[in-house]
């Protein structure tokens, strides 16, 4: 065999596939029609394609929860699924929670009430995992599995809060799940 030998040329009659495939996507409940190359995460077409920068990039591996979104009304890791493979789903980020959830019912009209307790609660530092925290928090209480203290931190695990604000987050999520009358 000769070392000096080129590498065979691709057929004339070989189909070459597209760079970019035409993905509908509907986030917030809008429809947009994106080209992505068909190896583009959820999180990268959110980010870099719609512009929607509240879902966050933390590992890119699937292990803090920072991308977290709702797909159909369960949480998914944006950075571990394919864009293309959400085709036909309702896709729900942090910026739409409060119209995909039927409207706000806190105090203010423009934050959902899961949003409004970690306010309250003081849920939060930095932020940078809050809107995966959110987004986790309401899919797990459509799950309906979490009915105690504990079962709120097991459930919500997979969401990482390198500021340690985990107490405060469960109160937050309890506070929701199981609102106490006002009392004067």
């Known amino acids: 065999m000769n070392l000096t030998t080129e590498a065979p040329l691709i057929s004339k009659k070989t189909p070459l596939l597209p760079a ?8 917030n409940g ?6 992505l190359a068909p190896w583009t995460s959820l999180l990268d077409a959110l980010r870099e394609y719609m512009h929607l920068t509240g879902t966050k990039k933390g590992c890119d591996h699937g292990q803090c929860g920072a991308c977290t979104v709702l797909v159909d009304g369960k949480r998914i890791n944006s950075c571990l699924t394919l864009a293309i ?16 959830e039927g409207g706000a019912t806190s105090e203010r ?24 925290q959110i987004c986790s928090a309401i899919g797990m209480m459509h799950e309906g599995h979490a009915k105690t203290a504990d079962d709120v931190r097991e459930l919500m695990s997979g969401n990482i809060c390198r500021c ?13 799940m199981h609102p106490q009358p006002d009392t004067l």
């Open 109 to 132: 009209s423009d934050l959902h009430p899961m949003q409004q307790a970690f306010i309250e609660h003081d849920a939060f530092q930095c932020g940078y995992c809050t809107p995966g």
């Open 20 to 27: 970019t495939h035409s993905v509908r996507l509907t986030v």
């Open 164 to 176: 340690g604000a985990y107490p405060n987050i469960v109160t937050a999520i309890q506070s929701v």
């Open 85 to 100: 493979m959400q085709e036909g789903k309702s896709i729900t980020t942090i910026e739409g929670i409060v119209q995909s």
């Open 30 to 35: 809008s429809e947009r029609e994106l080209q």
